[in-house]
DNA sequence: TGCCTTTATTTAACATGTTAAATTGTTATT
DNA sequence: AATAACAATTTAACATGTTAAATAAAGGCA
């Protein structure tokens, strides 16, 4: 296998096998995993997926905002965002509005259905993320993240 | 709004906005995405997903490894897996056989034309990294992979 | 050997990710 | 006012994630 790579005038260890666990892409995706297992059984309870649970926290805190901002702060694209609002409020969780200033605009808001399911959720959410951090390391933690908010900006 | 989460005995701030950045599943969504948007064209531009690359590198490292290994190593769920295989297999990139050892197992290896892809890619996939270890910085991407290994394992 | 349990893979069903294109409403320009 | 350019959302099509159940082959044991 390593006679191709050579002939191919590539590096000699272009087919060696590196360590997954060195990819940058591959840990974070496992980082990722493990702290999400931790929560998803919790969000299974109460019947709402990962993404689910981001829109409908964001609009307990932060009232009526549109489609757009709402896409930025959960970090969820457009077309996933439309799937999601239109299951949520099927399900009595959201209220979904035309903006009157701006036709085009989708205004959000979370219904006392949807508080219900946040004042379920919210403290066992918290009970799992200090369990997480007294187990990291709450300094380690702080750096983790800033460490992550640099790669994904710089 | 916080009236309520009064009322239901909660926190006073258990509907105060989060900064979404200190939430670490955010987090390593946001940075895992910023990775991938440097990867994702080079991989576009060669007809192969992120995932499908990955199986592809993989098998050009190991030669011959079953299904679950490569779900294992890949970081992929079995029912992704069966699908991504049978594509790849149609595209005449990967070969499938059944292990006569054990006729439960799938036996997967790569073909010339599975080879050929990861002698256009794998150069490529270099350069990005590199370019992206030299921004962000070699030994700080060594502490970033040490703690997301902790953190994933731990 | 025959049955029970376990293991590897696949299928099914639904949710989300991803890109491109379509739709609809605004804004700017003439 | 008519139209071109732009912006927000949706639709479409395909790929993957996620869980549960089905299938098929091994392995253990009476």
Tied chains: 1, 2.
Excluded at 22 to 51: C, G, K, N, W, Y
Excluded at 121 to 133: G, K
């Amino acid at each position: 296998m390593n006679e191709n790579a050579k002939k191919a005038g590539m590096a000699p260890d272009a087919l060696l096998p590196r360590n997954t666990k060195r990819s940058l892409p591959i840990a974070l995706l496992r980082a990722r995993e493990a702290v999400m297992e931790s929560f998803r059984p919790m969000l299974a309870a109460h019947d709402v997926t990962e993404q689910q649970w981001r829109v409908i926290r964001i609009l307990g805190e932060q009232g009526v905002i549109d489609a757009s901002e709402m896409a930025d702060r959960a970090f969820i694209l457009a077309p996933s965002l439309t799937r999601i609002i239109r299951t949520l409020e099927e399900r009595g969780l959201i209220h979904k509005r035309k903006d009157h200033k701006d036709g085009r605009r989708v205004l959000l808001e979370i219904t006392p259905a949807g508080i219900d399911i946040i004042y379920k959720v919210m403290p066992e959410s918290r009970v799992i993320y200090e369990r997480l951090e007294q187990r990291y390391g709450h300094d380690k933690l702080e750096l983790l993240l800033d460490m992550l908010n640099e790669l994904a900006n710089g």
